[in-house]
């Protein structure tokens, strides 16, 4: 099946900063691709979802970027503030399947 | 708009009772429905989704079992709880053809 490997699953960094998550990915049938964010004690919130006919997405304060080839997706936030601090998890599935294959997640600390 | 419900918010129980807990979604038809393990230090695993009522899919083996007793109704339970249970389960719905998952509020299970 599906292999996620995400990193770093720790992250600090100042407020302004950037941070980047990347995911990579085994299974070259993986077709559909989500970023979701989880903060303390809550429930998941998707933050962006990643089809393979796009290869950039912008949502509010950060870029999904999509690279097939080398079967890596990443969540680039591009200036962190205090409320960005949370767990962030990417997911992948494949087209026809339901069955999601999420990333062990990062907690990303931003300090004020 | 859709709301999705999971009863009940948190449960505290002892090694070998029973369990059930429920999730609903209201304001979407025929959703394709989805059970969620989460444990503590964050690693989500998918246990079981159901396209329509009355059918359910295993994707792990957790001493857990999963009905789909109506539409909008989906029911995770055991008759003999592990210690190893405890953590937090999440309800999540998705329509034919998205793909892209929307996660309910959750359940936090103690197992004393």
């Known amino acids: 099946g599906e292999q996620v490997e995400q990193r770093p699953p720790h992250l600090s960094v100042r407020e302004g900063d950037s941070a980047v998550i990347t995911c990579t990915y085994t299974?070259?049938?993986?077709?559909?691709f989500f970023w979701y964010k989880q903060e303390p004690g809550a429930s998941l919130q998707l933050l962006m979802k990643?089809?393979?006919?796009?290869e950039i997405n912008e949502g509010q304060g950060f870029t999904v970027l999509l690279n097939k080839k080398d079967k890596r997706l990443s969540l680039n936030l591009t200036a962190a503030h205090p409320g960005d601090s949370a767990a962030y998890f990417c997911?992948?599935?494949?087209?026809?399947?339901?069955?999601?294959?999420f990333g062990k997640g990062t907690s990303l600390t931003v300090i004020p | 708009a859709q709301t999705i419900h999971q009863w009940p918010v948190a449960e505290i129980k002892a090694v070998g009772s029973p369990l059930s807990l429920g999730c609903t979604i209201k304001?979407?038809?025929?959703?394709?429905l989805y059970w969620y393990w989460q444990a503590t230090g964050g690693t989500l695993q998918q246990l079981f989704y159901?396209?329509?009522?009355?059918?359910v899919e295993s994707v792990v083996q957790l001493n857990l079992s999963a009905s789909r007793p109506k539409d909008d109704q989906f029911i995770l339970s055991t008759e003999k709880l592990l210690l190893s249970h405890s953590g937090f389960y999440l309800c999540?719905?998705?329509?034919?053809?998205?793909?892209?998952?929307?996660f309910g509020p959750g359940t936090r299970l103690t197992v004393l």
């Open positions: 990643v089809f393979s006919s796009t």
């Open positions: 997911a992948v599935s494949a087209a026809g399947y339901q069955n999601f294959y």
């Open positions: 999540a719905w998705s329509l034919a053809r998205t793909y892209e998952q929307y």
């Open positions: 299974d070259p049938n993986s077709y559909y």
């Open positions: 304001g979407k038809s025929s959703p394709n």
């Open positions: 159901s396209i329509t009522v009355g059918q």
